[in-house]
């Protein structure tokens, strides 16, 4: 497996200097009276928006949650390392988020019993796409619409038995996504995905204080695994609240599990937040995203569905605001 995550880190690194932020662009009124609340694609009815999920019009992060709440969530995986890490977050009573790369899922044919084993650990398993090519960017050919529904189709399959309740959520890769993106998305069964999630903490490390594991395993700006968690806890601390962005298959060496990396910086850090009286939640129960899923939990505070902007912001990738944008008001 590990062979295909050294070729993810290099792609994370070439985007990282092409450009780094993405741009999301927000949607209009009539997107958003297009996607209602209705997995169907019948209009819903008036008020009729528990129960029901859909794409959103820009993104969603932690800006609803409680302050010293997080929602720790993992990227790319699974990865070597991926059952310690889910064995040991439920240890500390901690249910997290994995948005898993298809194509990880699939490399050494053991995925399917790496899923299983997160569900037991009472985790989330979410969408990352197939093959982690950005959706929305020309490089290095833009996707048609039929491949970008099918880098959601081909995870959608490889996951569904394992997501519990109609709970499907879905992250972008670089956090790139668009209007074009939404409505293509939108006109098919994938819509059923809530999305997309992002994050506010973990997405880079250039300014100060900031975090992004990918970034502390690189050369050039390696990091050692307390180094990187420190960077972590700094971040956390500035923000105050949120979804946490991490990357369960990667090591300070790739293709060497023993050397370090993200799994043991979780093992760092998990204590060092519930000494500062962290709280964890799982992504799913993040205020503003259980609101758009089967059971239609009330939101609380900001709503958090964020339209986009240039600026960073928190996300590192993408931008966040905080107008409490949401089609299930």
Same mark, same amino acid.
């Given at each position: ?14 985007a ?21 609340c ?13 129960a029901?999920q859909a ?28 059952i ?12 997290? *988020? ?10 050494? *044919? ?31 050919a ?12 081909q ?27 939404f ?6 069964d ?17 300014p ?55 799994y043991?910086m ?7 937040l ?8 799982r ?39 905080t ?7």
């Amino acid at each position: 497996m590990m062979h295909v995550a050294e070729n993810k880190v290099s792609s994370i690194g070439r985007a990282t200097r092409a450009g780094g932020v993405a741009t999301v662009l927000a949607l209009s009124l009539a997107a958003i009276a297009h996607a209602g609340c209705s997995k169907s694609g019948a209009a819903p009815a008036e008020n009729d928006c528990t129960a029901s999920q859909a794409l959103t019009n820009g993104v969603l992060t932690g800006a609803s949650m409680p302050l010293k709440s997080l929602a720790l969530t993992f990227d790319d995986g699974p990865g070597a390392r991926t059952i310690e890490l889910s064995q040991y977050l439920k240890s500390q009573g901690i249910r997290a *988020g994995f948005f898993v790369w298809g194509q990880a899922v699939k490399n050494d *044919g053991s995925g399917s019993s790496v899923l299983e084993q997160l569900i037991a650990d009472g985790h989330l398993i979410a969408n990352h796409t197939e093959t982690h090519r950005s959706l929305t960017q020309h490089q290095p050919a833009v996707l048609t619409d039929a491949e970008i529904v099918d880098e959601l189709r081909q995870v959608d399959t490889a996951i569904s038995p394992f997501v519990k309740d109609g709970k499907f959520l879905f992250r972008p890769p670089y956090g790139h996504f668009d209007a074009k993106t939404f409505d293509v998305l939108e006109k098919t069964d994938m819509k059923k995905y809530v999305g997309p999630i992002l994050w506010d903490v973990g997405g880079t490390m250039a300014p100060p204080n900031r975090a992004a594991d990918t970034e502390c395993w690189k050369p050039g700006t390696l990091q050692t695994v307390t180094g990187c968690g420190d960077l972590y806890l700094k971040e956390i601390d500035n923000v105050g609240k949120g979804i946490v962005l991490m990357h369960d298959p990667y090591f300070i060496e790739q293709g060497n599990p023993e050397s370090g990396g993200t799994y043991q910086m979780v093992q760092y850090i998990v204590p060092k937040l519930k000494e500062k009286g962290y709280t964890f939640m799982r992504v799913d129960e993040v205020p503003a995203i259980a609101k758009l899923l089967p059971g239609g939990a009330g939101a609380t505070g900001d709503a958090g569905v964020d339209e986009a902007t240039t600026d960073p912001g928190q996300t590192g990738e993408s931008s966040s605001g905080t107008d409490g944008t949401n089609p299930c008001p």
